[in-house]
């Protein structure tokens, strides 16, 4: 069983920056793709960023791209999320989730483990 710990989140106008950290505790930590997810009062949770096992592959979603970094410390057992050029529209609840295998997936249903979600307002 894996634990899921986020943290960073906050109020920041546009054009900040933030970063997110998600500590993991339980199981080999570089067995485990993660992602980053985030949802908005009223909509669904979508991806915003993931990767694999090892790091060294990575997606973004398209509105995400140029603008936010993902990241892994496998010896920390951490995974992070630098989000630069902040918009309003990046305002959600940010979750981090870790799937039972070392291979990327953008698929909601496909992770087993989530954290309890960091709060990121962006103010315009």
């Known amino acids: 069983q894996v634990q899921l710990v986020e943290s960073g989140g906050g109020l920041v106008q546009a054009g900040g920056s933030l970063r997110l950290s998600c500590a993991a505790s339980g199981g080999t930590f570089s067995n485990y793709a993660m992602g980053w997810f985030r949802q908005a009062p009223g909509k669904e949770r979508v991806v915003v960023a993931a990767?694999?096992?090892?790091?060294?592959?990575?997606y973004y979603t398209d509105s995400v791209k140029g603008r936010f970094t993902i990241s892994r410390d496998n010896a920390k057992n951490t995974v992070y999320l630098q989000m630069n050029s902040l918009k309003p529209e990046d305002s959600a609840v940010y979750y981090c989730?870790?799937?039972?295998?070392?291979?990327?997936?953008?698929?909601?249903?496909?992770?087993?483990?989530w954290g309890q979600g960091t709060q990121v307002t962006v103010s315009s």
């Open positions: 989730a870790a799937q039972d295998r070392r291979s990327l997936s953008i698929r909601y249903s496909q992770y087993n483990y």
């Open positions: 990767l694999t096992g090892s790091g060294t592959t990575t």
